[in-house]
């Protein structure tokens, strides 16, 4: 299997909804909304795609400022494709583009947390949450 990696290449909102529903992420993202996964990709800065042949099997989509902050907001691999290390080298490409300086920040998932420990991140306890929809009291 010749996986190739891409980054900032344009993908389609259905490829990306495809890859999301043949990923766990699936379970966590707006699949049904073409409008907000749209804006999620067309406003991300740094995207890193992986492909066997013209098949989207990964992404690592983010918004950073290149210098302190990267924030990874969708991970996600086919899950047929899952353990060969395409996530881990999606995630080194991501750094690839980033400043030594740059912090490399996500929200995982909870079956994910393992994983996450396990290729060297540390866990932070501060992340708050504000739901779209809710108003600030």
């Not at 800065?45 to 290149?66: H, P, Q, S, Y």
């Not at 080298?89 to 396990?118: F, G, M, R, V, W």
């Amino acid at each position: 299997m010749n996986i190739t990696y891409k980054s900032n290449h344009v993908i389609s909102v259905e490829q990306f909804m495809s890859l999301l529903q043949r990923s766990r992420l699936g379970e966590r993202r707006p699949i049904e909304n073409k409008t907000c996964l749209s804006g999620m990709l067309d406003n991300s800065n740094l995207t890193i795609t992986a492909w066997n042949e013209n098949k989207l099997v990964g992404i690592a989509r983010c918004m950073t400022d290149f210098h302190y902050a990267c924030y990874l907001s969708d991970l996600a691999v086919d899950e047929d494709y899952q353990r060969l290390g395409i996530g881990k080298i999606l995630q080194n490409k991501i750094k690839e583009n980033l400043q030594d300086t740059c912090k490399l920040i996500l929200i995982s998932a909870p079956n994910a947390n393992d994983y996450y420990k396990h290729i060297g991140y540390r866990q932070n306890p501060r992340c708050w949450v504000l739901e779209g929809h809710e108003a600030l009291s």
